[in-house]
Structure formats: structure tokens, C-alpha cells
């Protein structure tokens, strides 16, 4: 009888990048309960440090970097390091992002646009650039980039965030084709509603502004961000290693009528 491969990162390294709230923050945690030592990466110090301290608090291994994931270098260093102090790398969430401000298209500011781009998806690239130059090296790996429910379904008033979330998702499935005989697995995660800073800002922080959003949800709640992360894992671990190229829709059913 062929054993059911688990879920398991014991004598492995995990990057993941917006750790310092949110699904960032849920995914680091996860993967250093599973045994991973984890490099933290995000921009937000004060958020990050709060991630060490959890992680830390069980005994997990972690490294925070503070890191621009915009920025070329920025990446590259965090990932340099992360090989200088664990020695290897073998799976990856590229999860940092920023919300648009809803706007119609035509009142959406070029600055706003470049800047929602950046972060949501240039940075998807240049972790992967990198990423996959040290999988290559290393005999194969896993990433898991999040995209988002706005990723395989178009929002109105969202025309800057569905761009880069769609082209996160297409990306991901590009290089998956790329990288599949390296034995390097390329998914994405596409949220639905999660309950996190993000949504937060999103809603107002009201409880008018949540029960508006949560009534989008089938399931009747937000997601946790608990929830993406045991996706993330299982997806970045034997248990899912027949898996590339797919974009996983966790949303509660949201985009099921699609």
C-alpha cells in the first residue's frame, strides 16, 4: 500500500514575503510549526518583529528581513541571506500586496496605478527570479504566489487590483509550464474574503462596512487567514507535489457560480 505523503517541512526552509500581518503572518507561523525554518520578509518592521516573536515563542527558527519586494536588491539580499543562514530553500509565498482604493478606471491616478502594480505583481517577479535561480541550484522547490478572488473574476471599480492579481495568476501558470521538468512547482492562491488589515482598511473597520462584504460570501463569514495558510502548505508539500500550474480558489464559495 503506497503511504499518503504528508505535510511536513522538518529540515526545510521556507521564504515568505508580507509576513508581518494577515496571511503573511499565518503562513510564516504554519510553516515554522511544521518544522520549517522560515525567513519573514516584510516592509512593515514593527509587523514583522511581531511574527519573530511568535514563532519564536514555540521555538521555531525564523529570520526577519526587513525588505522592499519591489526593489531588485532588496530581494535578492533577503534571499542571499536566507541561504547564508539555513543553507537552502525549498519553498516560497510570495504573498505581499496592497488593496486598491475603489475607482473607476478613468479617475485611477498613474501613480496609483504603478504603485498597485508594483507591489502586487512586479514583486511576484522578482521573487521568482530569484527564487527559481536558487531551486535550480538546489534540485527543484515549490511557490505558492497569492493572487486573489479578483484574479479569475473582474471586480468593478478594482481595474488596477484585478490587472495585477490576473497577471499574477497568469505569471504562475507561465512559469509553472517554464520550470516543470526542474521539479520546481509553481501555484497560485486565489482568497476570497479573509479576514485580515487589509479587509480592514477595505471596509472602513466597521461593522457596517463587514457585514456588506460578508454578505459576497455564500459561507456566510470571512475566511481566516489560518485557512489560506494550511492551503499554502499543503500545496508547497508532498502531499501536493502533482500540482503545478494551478491557480486554487479558497473563497468560500464565492466565485462558484462563475
Known sequence: MT???????VGK??????????????????????????????????????????????GGRVLPRRCDVTKASDVKSALDLTIETFGRLDAAFNNAGIEQ???????????????????????????????????????GGAIVNTSSGAGVLAIRQQSAYCASKFGVTA??????????????????ICPGIIDTPMIARYTGNTEEGRARIIKQEPVGRMGRP?????????????AGGFVTGHAMVVDGGQTAGI
Request: overall charge negative.
Open 171 to 188: 505569471m504562475s501558470k507561465a512559469a509553472a509550464l517554464e520550470y516543470a521538468d526542474r521539479d520546481i512547482r509553481v501555484n497560485a
Open 13 to 58: 526552509v521556507a521564504f515568505v514575503t508580507g509576513a508581518g500581518s494577515g496571511i503573511g503572518r499565518a503562513a510564516a507561523v504554519a510553516f515554522a510549526r511544521a518544522g520549517a525554518a522560515v525567513t519573514a520578509v516584510d516592509i512593515n518592521q514593527e509587523g514583522l518583529q511581531g511574527t519573530a516573536v511568535e514563532i519564536e515563542g514555540f
Open 101 to 139: 482604493p475603489g475607482a473607476m478606471i478613468a479617475d485611477i491616478s498613474e501613480d496609483l496605478w504603478d504603485r498597485v502594480i508594483n507591489v502586487n505583481l512586479k514583486s511576484v517577479f522578482l521573487c521568482m527570479k530569484y527564487e527559481i535561480e536558487i531551486m535550480l541550484r538546489n534540485g
Open 3 to 9: 503511504n499518503i505523503p504528508s505535510v511536513d517541512f
Open 226 to 238: 489560518e485557512e489560506i495558510a494550511g492551503t499554502v502548505l499543503w500545496l508547497c508539500s508532498d
